[in-house]
């Protein structure tokens, strides 16, 4: 099983800041299949990039991803105020699909 | 516009059963894989289980294996998790969520609201 760690677990930013997610693997992603959630308080998740860098659709250009192997990024390049949520990345190259434990970014 | 409807969650005592449903529309459901990943209250996302778009591919978290049985009906459009022996740590919210692809090698790009299954006495 392909664990994902998460880091930081919290961060607290102010908007308008950049902001740099990290998910890490325990072992190789397979074809850079990591995507990255967003989750927002009573909601369900919504996806943000698959295949470790393509944008979901509708989504802003201020989120980008980058990375393979076992090293994976998530950016947001400028804080908006409904960006304030949890993120969480997803590996599902390699069975079972596993989840990280998610980076909660919170107001300053 | 795509939509996903769960229904079935309740409450269940320790080693029952519950069917959980997911109505999909707004899309070619026969076309997609389709998954189950669940919530525990207050925790994080955890994968449940995966269907590719014929059902003829299934894959289970190991927490699963065994007690849980996905399946698809396209001719209903609907999707389904069979959950047997319940356990006080199946306790959680229930998301039903598209694939972007037919496999199940997939990440997941529509999501229903969830529906809750308590396991307890």
């Known amino acids: 099983e392909i664990v994902l760690t998460q880091s930081p677990g919290t961060l607290s930013l102010s908007p308008g800041e950049r902001v740099t997610l990290s998910c890490r693997a325990s072992?190789?992603?397979?074809?850079?299949?990591l995507a990255w959630y967003q989750q927002k308080p009573g909601q369900a998740p919504r996806l943000l990039i698959y295949?470790?860098?393509s944008r979901a659709t509708g989504i802003p250009d201020r989120f980008s991803g980058s990375g393979s192997g076992t090293d994976f990024t998530l950016t947001i390049s400028r804080l908006e105020p409904e960006d304030f949520a949890v993120y969480y990345c997803?590996?599902?190259?390699?069975?079972?699909?596993?989840f990280g434990p998610g980076t909660k970014v919170d107001i300053k | 516009e795509v939509q996903l409807l769960e229904s079935g969650g309740g409450l269940v005592q320790p080693g029952g059963s519950l069917r959980l449903s997911c109505a999909a529309s707004?899309?070619?459901?026969?076309?997609?894989?389709m998954s189950w990943v669940r919530q525990a209250p207050g925790k994080g996302l955890e994968w449940v289980s995966s269907?590719?778009?014929?059902?003829?591919?299934?894959y289970y978290a190991d927490s699963v294996k065994g007690r849980f049985t996905i399946s698809r009906d396209i001719s209903k459009n609907t999707l389904y998790v069979q959950m047997n022996s319940l356990r006080a740590e199946d306790t959680a919210v229930y998301y039903c969520?598209?694939?972007?692809?037919?496999?199940?090698?997939?990440?997941?790009?529509?999501w229903g609201q969830g529906t809750l299954v308590t396991v307890s006495s």
């Open positions: 969520a598209k694939g972007i692809s037919s496999g199940c090698y997939s990440s997941v790009d529509y």
């Open positions: 707004g899309f070619t459901f026969s076309s997609y894989a």
């Open positions: 269907i590719s778009d014929s059902g003829g591919s299934t």
């Open positions: 072992q190789s992603v397979s074809s850079s299949y």
């Open positions: 295949g470790a860098s």
């Open positions: 997803q590996q599902y190259g390699s069975s079972p699909f596993t």
